[in-house]
């Protein structure tokens, strides 16, 4: 595969997978920074997310160092959803899960990817939204997820395209790649503008 070097600071088998999707073969490398490193009062959802993801690429940025020529492109985003204003990242334990998700049903709630894109001294700074909202989800279907393990990681407990997938009663209004952690529509093109990837798979 042909294109510029893309570094994703992220270990996120979802964001990878995303851009694989799209024609891209990122290399990953996680930044040793924690999703509650940044939690400043009154920011809006937007510039929190937004920030998080400027602190991933830049930590990972100077943990490469000069790494090759060209320099890789580095990618990093941050996803949170919101209860009103209040920003809900990864449940910290089964129990925190549980609660998330019982909170989620019958209204909606916001979730937010901030990206940052670092390629040639320059700064692409931006984020994306899109409201989901969850039906009348059954308590025993609740707690059958919550034991599978698989809220593990995942903003707010869920992965959209799993749960839809799985049959939950969730619609999302907006691009659902910013749900599952990459706002596509607008990453895509900014990578293949730079240089990354050939050209195929579909954004």
Do not use: Q
Not at 66 to 85: N, R
Not at 166 to 185: F, H, K, N
Request: hydrophobic fraction near 45%; charge should be neutral; include cysteine.
């Amino acid at each position: 595969m042909s294109g510029r070097p893309l570094v994703l600071a992220s270990a996120s088998p979802r964001r990878r997978a995303l851009l694989e999707a799209a024609g891209f073969r990122p290399r990953s490398f996680a930044a040793d920074l924690e999703d509650d490193a940044v939690r400043v009062r009154f920011l809006l959802p937007e510039a929190l997310v937004e920030a998080l993801a400027a602190f991933k690429a830049a930590r990972v940025a100077r943990l490469l160092g000069d790494d090759g020529d060209p320099a890789p492109v580095v990618l990093a985003a941050d996803t949170l959803c919101f209860d009103g204003s209040r920003p809900v990242g990864k449940p910290r334990d089964a129990a925190e899960a549980a609660e998330f998700l019982r909170s989620w049903r019958g209204r909606p709630h916001r979730t937010v990817t901030g990206v940052c894109v670092l390629a040639d001294g320059r700064r692409s700074l931006f984020s994306d939204a899109a409201t989901v909202e969850v039906g009348p989800l059954e308590e025993g279907e609740i707690e059958r997820y919550v034991a599978s393990g698989d809220w593990r990681g995942k903003a707010g407990g869920y992965n959209l395209a799993e749960r839809i997938a799985a049959g939950w009663p969730i619609r999302c209004e907006g691009d659902p790649t910013s749900v599952m952690g990459l706002p596509m529509a607008r990453v895509a093109p900014l990578l293949r503008s730079l240089g990354c990837g050939s050209g195929e798979g579909a954004a």
